[in-house]
């Protein structure tokens, strides 16, 4: 298992790759020279059935207008049903570009500008961006860190909930960066408020299946069965079998007034083109990827482990907020430095490592930083010894 993962193919040019543009690691860290850790994407080679299926694929010789029909929408119905026991319907599923693609679209067809929409920072700094461009209003009910695990302010989420304006909320199930995977428990209570206050449920469950083994997924839809139909679930294969650049994403709604004004929206802005090479690869990752996904994330259950006793026996001080989803960590330098400026010069010019700085995900995100852990365990390992080295000097 170990080897597979270990390994990083050095003959592939991926100047082409957001991970590794050189624009974009100029942009954020002031340099191109450093270990780009950054992005929520995977150095992995993908599963040897995958490959094998595209190879078929660019055989064929043939790549038309293509249908998503029920042959692909099954596998990731079964998928969800056997990994998680979530029980989607078929006529409830639509597809688009991304995550983001839908959580914009449902937005600026369901609420009106200027409405309110909630998020619980630190959170993944695109839904700050998506919310602005479509002129609504960011509604901040900000997570709390309380003996190293995030928890969620309910009451300060009922009273902002509560207020006329507030029109809808993103949860991001697990929880991208804090790597918190809701407990059922909070799930219901967070469905209550929600529910109670007719505020519209988002649910962005594309983590869901990078899950560590002490903890449970547990679907917001299966929460809303018998509860409410106020709510729309968007995922995709992408984080999961590592290829965000291959497939599209999906939606998923019981509410059929919602399901039509989706589906027309991605009617009139083309949002729901496919290719041949994706459809097959939604097919092939929800039919055959049981057995190499649970052995990426016991690699990655590795890898935190694997930092974990790093810091602990060489930067005390660096405090790793264990995660139990997502192959994100999210790493705690307060007693490192005086503030982000110092953090930054920290990172990006004496260890040459380039993560992402917590300042990027709203408050609460000062003095931290995220660190994509799906690469090599020697890349990461470098990485730490980079940071411990311009921590000591």
């Not at 909320?169 to 960066?177: A, E, G």
């Not at 839809?221 to 079998?241: Q, V």
């Not at 989803?325 to 004496?350: C, S």
């Amino acid at each position: 298992m170990a080897a597979k993962f270990d390994k990083y193919k050095k003959d592939i040019d991926r100047s082409s790759f957001v991970r590794y543009s050189d624009n974009y690691l100029n942009s954020l860290f002031g340099s191109n020279k450093v270990a780009p850790l950054w992005v929520a994407d995977s150095d992995f080679i993908v599963m040897p059935q995958l490959v094998k299926a595209m190879k078929k694929v660019a055989k064929r010789g043939l790549y038309p207008y293509e249908l998503k029909t029920p042959a692909i929408k099954q596998p990731l119905i079964d998928w969800f049903a056997k990994r998680h026991n979530i029980k989607l319907k078929m006529e409830g599923l639509q597809f688009t570009t991304s995550v983001l693609t839908g959580l914009a679209a449902a937005i600026d067809e369901l609420t009106e500008k200027g409405d309110g929409i909630l998020i619980q920072p630190p959170v993944y700094n695109a839904f700050k961006g998506l919310i602005e461009g479509v002129d609504r209003t960011i509604v901040n009910n900000p997570l709390s860190l309380k003996d190293g695990k995030y928890e969620i302010d309910f009451k300060d989420l009922e009273k902002k909930a509560a207020d006329k304006k507030t029109k809808a909320m993103i949860l991001c199930s697990p929880h991208n960066p804090v790597g918190r995977v809701w407990t059922k428990k909070e799930l219901e209570k967070v469905a209550d408020i929600c529910i109670a206050n007719n505020v519209l449920m988002l649910t962005d469950e594309i983590h869901c299946d990078i899950i560590y083994s002490h903890v449970k997924f547990t679907g917001m839809t299966e929460i809303y069965k018998g509860k409410s139909d106020h709510i729309i679930m968007f995922g995709s294969a992408g984080k999961s079998f590592g290829i965000p650049g291959l497939v599209d994403s999906f939606i998923y709604t019981p509410n059929e007034e919602y399901k039509n004004a989706l589906q027309s929206r991605i009617m009139r802005f083309h949002l729901g083109k496919s290719n041949s090479f994706g459809i097959v690869a939604m097919k092939t990752v929800y039919k055959h990827g049981f057995k190499w996904l649970d052995k990426k994330i016991s690699y990655l259950e590795a890898t935190v482990s694997m930092i974990d006793e790093f810091l602990k026996k060489n930067l005390p001080d660096v405090k790793l907020i264990k995660p139990e989803g997502t192959y994100q960590v999210w790493l705690d330098f307060n007693k490192v430095v005086k503030n982000d400026e110092e953090l930054g010069e920290l990172l990006f010019k004496k260890a040459k490592v380039g993560i992402a700085p917590g300042k990027m995900y709203g408050p609460g995100g000062n003095g931290f930083a995220r660190m994509n852990i799906a690469s090599p365990q020697p890349m990461i390992m470098d990485a730490l010894k980079a940071i411990e080295k311009a921590v000591k000097s």
